[in-house]
C-alpha cells in the first residue's frame, strides 16, 4: 500500500533556482523522512521531520509538515547540477511498523 | 569503512532457478530490510528484520525468502514461485526499530535470461 505520493513526477529548472517538490500521504504518522537516489544507486537520507515539527532546515533543504493537510514539502534552494536525482518521502504511519515509500519526483537541472 | 555492501551489483536468473542476494553491513545495526524497485517506481518492502533470528513479511514478501542469522548480515532468495522477479532491489539498514534514517546499499540489478 502506497503511504506518500510526491508531486510532481519529474520537474526541470535552470541551475540556480530553487526546487520545490512535495508529499501528500493519507494516515497519521510519527515522522517524515526525504531520501535522495542517484540514478542505479541507493537512497541517501536527507532530512527526518518529527510530526511535531513544522519545519527543518539542512544546508540548502528546508522541509515543511503541515499535519492538518498531511503533506509535506521539500525545498532545494539555489540548486547545482550535483542535485539532479530522485526525491522520494518515507511515511512512518503510526501502528504501523514499517515505512512507506512515495513514488518519488524525478530532479533535472539545467545548466 | 562502515556500510552496507550488496553483491553482486547483476545477477541474471534462469527460469525455475533460486537465486541469493547478499547484503552485509558493519554499522551494527539491528534493523535490516529488503526492497524491491521496479523502473520509474517506488521502494516496495519485501521483509524486514529488527533482531536476529526474527523477520516480518512486507508488502509483497510471496516468492521470496530471508534469514537472519547474524547480525551483520540479511541474505534475500528469489524463488523460482517469484514469477517476475526483474528489478532492482534494495538492501537497508537502520540503528534500531523505529525505522528513522535508513542506511542503503548500492543495489542489486536482477535480470530474467
Known amino acids: 500500500s502506497q503511504q506518500g505520493e510526491e508531486d510532481p513526477q519529474a520537474l526541470s529548472i535552470q541551475e540556480g533556482e530553487n526546487a520545490t517538490m512535495n508529499c501528500s500521504y493519507k494516515t497519521s504518522i510519527n515522522n517524515l523522512q526525504w531520501y535522495r537516489q542517484n540514478s542505479g544507486r541507493g537512497l541517501v537520507h536527507l532530512i527526518l521531520i518529527r510530526s511535531n515539527e513544522r519545519e527543518k532546515h539542512s544546508g540548502r533543504l528546508r522541509v515543511t509538515l503541515d499535519t492538518s493537510k498531511k503533506s509535506s514539502s521539500l525545498l532545494i534552494t539555489a540548486s547545482r547540477a550535483a542535485d539532479t536525482a530522485s526525491y522520494f518521502c518515507a511515511t512512518d504511519a503510526i501502528g504501523d511498523d514499517k515505512i512507506i515509500f512515495g513514488k518519488g519526483t524525478r530532479l533535472h537541472i539545467l545548466p | 569503512d562502515g556500510g552496507i555492501t550488496q553483491s553482486p551489483k547483476y545477477l541474471f536468473r534462469k527460469e525455475g532457478q533460486n537465486v541469493t542476494l547478499s547484503c552485509e553491513q558493519n554499522?551494527?545495526?539491528?534493523?535490516m530490510y529488503w526492497y524491491r524497485q521496479d523502473p520509474g517506481q517506488g521502494l516496495r518492502l519485501i521483509y524486514y528484520?529488527?533482531?536476529?533470528?526474527?523477520?516480518q513479511k512486507g508488502d509483497i514478501a510471496e516468492g521470496y525468502s530471508v534469514s537472519r542469522e547474524k547480525k551483520e548480515s540479511f541474505p534475500l532468495t528469489v524463488t523460482s514461485a517469484q514469477k517476475n522477479p526483474t528489478a532492482f532491489y534494495l538492501c537497508?539498514?537502520?540503528?534500531?526499530?523505529?525505522?528513522?534514517?535508513?542506511?542503503f546499499g548500492s543495489g542489486t540489478q536482477l535480470s530474467v535470461l
Open positions: 537497508a539498514s537502520s540503528t534500531d526499530r523505529k525505522h528513522e534514517k535508513l542506511f
Open positions: 554499522l551494527n545495526h539491528d534493523a
Open positions: 528484520s529488527q533482531i536476529v533470528n526474527d523477520f
